[in-house]
């Protein structure tokens, strides 16, 4: 949401920008208008940063809890009946395509475009909120 703001901000400092530039104002008022700008462009390039790498601590906090149910349930397999065995593996099956996708989000993560912020992360808390559901059904 503070992107999404930050980006309005950074575009009404721009078109400010365009009609300073093309009015007779003083070179200061351009100037002014200009730095507006340009903070404008830096604040929305640390807030890009800043939620950047909350989503990279977010998909390692789930990278790490998937992989230690994956050898819970591996380590139970072996001592379970052949029904449980079997509904076991699903699970481990299931918990190893969500760490697989993970894996590709985090790669994905350092070649995402700013355009594309706000989608790439309703795309990972989309599968954050699955995976906390599965494993809290799971305790």
Not at 31 to 46: C, G, K, R
Request: with cysteine; aromatic share 8%.
């Amino acid at each position: 949401m503070k992107s999404i703001a930050i980006s309005k901000i950074f575009f009404v400092l721009l078109l400010s920008f365009g009609l300073f530039a093309c009015g007779s104002e003083s070179n200061d008022t351009m100037d002014d208008a200009e730095d507006s700008v340009e903070n404008a462009a830096n604040d929305f390039a640390d807030n890009f940063r800043s939620d950047k790498e909350e989503m990279r601590a977010e998909i390692d906090r789930a990278r790490e809890e998937v992989n230690e149910e994956i050898e819970e349930l591996e380590a139970n397999l072996e001592n379970a009946s052949a029904d449980a065995r079997a509904e076991m593996q699903e699970e481990i099956d299931e918990l190893k395509a969500w760490s697989n996708d993970l894996d590709q989000k985090f790669q994905n993560l350092g070649n995402v475009a700013k355009d594309g912020w706000n989608d790439f992360k309703t795309n990972v808390n989309s599968t954050l909120e699955e995976i906390d559901r599965e494993l809290s059904d799971n305790d």
